[in-house]
Nanobody, 125 residues
């Protein structure tokens, strides 16, 4: 069974940076997909970024392109979401989710089968 655990959330001022981590375990394939999602109360969960490990491509939400970077450390089975130039509208609960191979880096939540508990990101103006 695949498990994912997020960490790294917190509170920053606008323009600041945070790095979220997603630690994974239980994969039987070297290649898998990880998606980062965010949700604020009363709104639908939206896909922020996604990656397929092993060089399978990435996805970014338009509003975070150039500010957020998703990356993978295959040795540590840890995925990262580096968030720079944060804006108040980035405030949300951020979730990490995984999809087993074969998969594509997609923002569609239904493509992912294992979800973490979430980590809060708060950006103040």
């Amino acid at each position: 069974e695949v498990h994912v655990v997020e960490s790294g959330g917190g509170s920053v001022q606008a323009g600041g940076s945070l790095r979220l981590s997603c630690t994974t375990s239980g994969y039987t394939s070297r290649s898998y997909c990880i998606g980062w999602f965010r949700q604020v109360p009363g709104k639908e969960r939206e896909g922020v970024a996604a990656i397929r490990t092993g060089g399978g491509g990435t996805y970014y939400l338009d509003s975070v392109k150039g500010r957020f970077t998703i990356s993978a450390d295959s040795v540590e089975n840890t995925l990262y979401l580096q968030m720079n130039s944060l804006k108040p509208e980035d405030t949300a609960m951020y979730y990490c989710a995984s999809a087993v191979f074969p998969c594509i880096p997609t923002p569609m939540a239904r493509a992912y089968s294992s979800w973490g508990q979430g980590t809060q990101v708060t950006v103040s103006s």
